[in-house]
């Protein structure tokens, strides 16, 4: 005999679904939806029913778009300078990278990283639509944006094979003290490349 | 210019709705949903369309049924004591006491918490319906399965008001220390309640 109607345990399951959202957390938010009014939910529905068909890819830096563009506005944009490109493994990475408000360069999404305990190879990533890239756009830089992760490392020094010996400068991210962690508290490795990549000042 | 596609900042937007989801954590179930094949967002915004209009209320209890359902199972199946009646605030409430296993009675929804902080008075909530069932289903033992709060004790305190001289016994959950807490770490107030309540073994 369910304690809880159907309509509900169908809710909570769903929710369920979500990263990191156990039974008690998809109860919590079911609970509420079922609280306040019915609106709520229409709308977190109406959004959902919308999103894998409003959403599509861009031809050039598989960043994601709305559905009826070609090519991303991070692309199109002429102040965008198309002869960077910070390559990054997931299309959110470009959020985090936008934030900042100071990069101007464009961007390209690899859709992953080298990870064969995952079986992805370097094949299954967009590395031969880069390199084409490089041709294409006359590309000056190359900025590997990759995690600092033993996937993204591998991914960076792949890509940085692959290229070979185009003429284009290939950098990748600073690893260092990120701001506000005090050094006692940074791990072994942080403190190792920030000490191998110090800087004068 | 937006960075990301305005079907997917919907959805952001209408997760960042739920209960502690903030904007961080609303991106993470965004992303994921994109990540993965687009039956999973289906089935979600397909179980939030059908929520609200796949629920009722209990005519007695005021416990959460399906929309086509006059009264709870856990009101009408005949293993339940209709004598013993759980007066609980919340509808979920029902849940966490189910679980145990270990209750044979029925159930009574307040639909809240007297609160004039939230402006919710004792009149707002199903009280004169809990007296009628007293008198209706000849009720034998009123438990109050309030939160040990001050709303939920001075919740308890009106109903007990308004019971009055009929021949029910009150009682209401023990206080006392949970299972599994070292009497080290109890607050005060919980110790107090267990050394009031202390039993003879």
Chains 1, 2 share one sequence.
């Not at 068909?53 to 002429?78: H, M, N, R, W």
């Not at 403190?191 to 990549?197: D, N, P, S």
């Amino acid at each position: 005999m369910p304690i809880l109607p159907p309509a509900l345990t169908a809710v909570i399951e769903a929710l369920g679904k979500l990263p990191g959202v156990g039974p008690r957390t998809a109860e919590r938010y079911a609970y509420y939806l079922v609280r306040t009014d019915t609106s709520k939910s229409q709308v977190l529905a109406n959004a959902l029913q919308d999103l894998h068909g409003g959403i599509g890819y861009c031809k050039k830096t598989f960043a994601l778009v709305s559905a009826d563009q070609e090519l991303s506005d991070l692309y199109t944009d002429p102040k965008r300078d198309k002869t960077v490109v910070a390559v990054v493994a997931e299309p959110f990475d470009i959020v985090a990278l936008e934030k900042t408000g100071s990069y101007t360069g464009t961007y390209h999404v690899l859709g992953g990283l080298v990870s064969p305990i995952d079986g992805i190879g370097p094949e299954s990533l967009r590395i031969t639509e880069l390199i084409q890239r490089i041709d294409d756009d006359n590309v000056q830089e190359i900025i590997l944006a990759t995690n600092a992760s033993v996937e993204g490392e591998s991914t960076a020094l792949f890509i940085q094979k692959q290229i070979g010996d185009r003429p284009v400068k290939v950098t990748r991210l600073a690893r260092g003290l990120p701001i506000g962690v005090d050094l006692e508290y940074a791990d072994q490795i942080t403190l190792t490349r920030a000490l191998e990549g110090r800087q004068a000042i």
